[in-house]
């Protein structure tokens, strides 16, 4: 049983930053790593970005890669993610999730567990 919550989404201006923080609790230490998902209204939850616990592996969508950093604070059992030059088409709702897979995924049916989500709205 591993548990997560999000925090940190909230309003922010296109071109500017928002970091947001996943905290894992239970069983973390059987997960190999955690992922960041998204979802707008009416769209398919999509892959934003994974990380590895033990080495720090990272695996980002197209889509985020050079504005968007996953990191992860293992002492502290928690993922991070920080967005800059946000784009309106990054509005979504943010989850995260772990995986106990031996590989990073952008699938999101080889991920175990979900948190419940934290809104992220850029305006134009």
């Known amino acids: 049983q591993v548990q997560l919550v999000e925090s940190g989404g909230g309003l922010v201006q296109a071109g500017g930053s928002l970091g947001l923080s996943c905290a894992a609790s239970?069983?973390?230490?059987?997960?190999?790593?955690m992922g960041w998902f998204r979802q707008a209204p009416g769209k398919e939850r999509e892959f934003v970005a994974a990380?590895?616990?033990?080495?720090?592996?990272?695996y980002y969508a197209d889509s985020v890669k050079g504005r968007f950093t996953i990191s992860r604070d293992n002492a502290k059992n928690t993922v991070y993610l920080q967005m800059n030059s946000l784009k309106p088409e990054d509005t979504a709702v943010y989850y995260c999730?772990?995986?106990?897979?031996?590989?990073?995924?952008?699938?999101?049916?080889?991920?175990?567990?979900w948190g419940q989500g934290t809104q992220v709205t850029v305006s134009s």
């Open positions: 990380i590895s616990w033990r080495v720090g592996s990272t």
């Open positions: 239970g069983r973390t230490y059987a997960t190999y790593g």
């Open positions: 999730a772990a995986t106990r897979r031996s590989t990073l995924s952008s699938l999101k049916s080889e991920y175990d567990y």
